[in-house]
C-alpha cells in the first residue's frame, strides 16, 4: 500500500534552515504529482508547495514562497523541501502526499524559536 514517511523536522532559530524528505512507496513515484503540506497548533492543514512528476513545474505558498525549494529524486523515490530563513510562524507538522492523495503519514515536526 502507500506509504509516506516524512523526515528531517527539528528544532531551529529564526533564520536558519532545514531541509525535510519524504521517503514514498507503493506507487509509481516518478508518474506521481507530489504536495507538501503543513499544520500548526489549532489550525487547519495548509498547502505549502507542489511539483510535477518530472520536476517541472512547482508552486508555492505566498507565505514561503522565495524562502522554500521543493524538489524531488525519481531515482530515489524520496522529495525534498529545503527550508530557509525560518520563522516562527513556520512552526507546524510537515506532511507530504501525492495527488490524488493518499493516507497521511506521521508529519515531521519543525519548531522555529529562540
Known amino acids: 500500500q502507500v506509504q509516506l514517511v516524512e523526515s528531517g523536522g527539528g528544532l531551529v532559530q529564526p533564520g536558519g534552515s532545514l531541509r525535510l524528505s519524504c521517503a514514498a512507496s507503493g506507487f509509481t513515484f516518478s508518474s506521481a504529482l507530489m504536495n507538501w503540506y503543513r499544520q500548526a497548533p489549532g489550525k487547519e492543514r495548509e498547502f505549502v508547495a507542489y511539483i510535477t512528476n518530472d520536476g517541472g513545474v512547482t508552486n508555492y505558498a505566498s507565505s514561503v514562497k522565495g524562502r522554500f525549494t521543493i524538489s524531488r529524486d525519481n531515482a530515489k523515490n524520496t522529495m525534498y523541501l529545503q527550508m530557509n530563513s525560518l520563522k516562527p510562524e513556520d512552526t507546524a507538522v510537515y506532511y507530504c502526499?501525492?495527488?490524488?492523495?493518499?493516507?497521511w503519514g506521521q508529519g515531521t515536526q519543525v519548531t522555529v524559536s529562540s
Open positions: 502526499n501525492k495527488l490524488p492523495r493518499a493516507s
